[in-house]
Nanobody, 123 residues
Framework: QLVESGGGLVQAGGSLRLSCTAS????????TGWFRQPPGQEREFIAG??????????HYADSVKGRFTISRDTAKNTVFLQMNSLKPEDTAIYSC????????????????WGQGTPGTVSS
């Protein structure tokens, strides 16, 4: 089970830090991805981190590269998404998901999902 937290309302240029806390398996045993779904749009991949045994590689969508950082804290069994320099177009429901597929970027590759947390960026 995955539970997201940390969403909220922030002004443009501000930051949010999202958390994805796992129960059951350890977060270093599988890859974790962050996705978002803006209002009226399709869900899109934004960031991922592979399982520890594969090197913990990170990968990002071009739209967030340089602004968002994904990281993992095994002691807290949590994966974080630090979002900086936020823009109004970053407004979306943010969800984390788990997979055993390496560097997966499509939502169909992720069988386990959290419930999502909203992030709103005002102009």
């Amino acid at each position: 089970q995955l539970v997201e937290s940390g969403g909220g309302l922030v002004q443009a240029g501000g930051s949010l830090r999202l958390s994805c806390t796992a129960s059951g398996r350890g977060v270093n045993e599988y890859s974790t991805g962050w996705f978002r779904q803006p209002p009226g749009q399709e869900r899109e991949f934004i960031a991922g981190i592979t399982w520890a045994g594969s090197g913990g590689a990170t990968h990002y969508a071009d739209s967030v590269k340089g602004r968002f950082t994904i990281s993992r804290d095994t002691a807290k069994n949590t994966v974080f998404l630090q979002m900086n320099s936020l823009k109004p177009e970053d407004t979306a429901i943010y969800s984390c998901a788990a997979t055993y597929t390496y560097c997966a970027t499509t939502d169909t590759a992720y069988p386990i999902w959290g419930q999502g947390t909203p992030g709103t960026v005002s102009s």
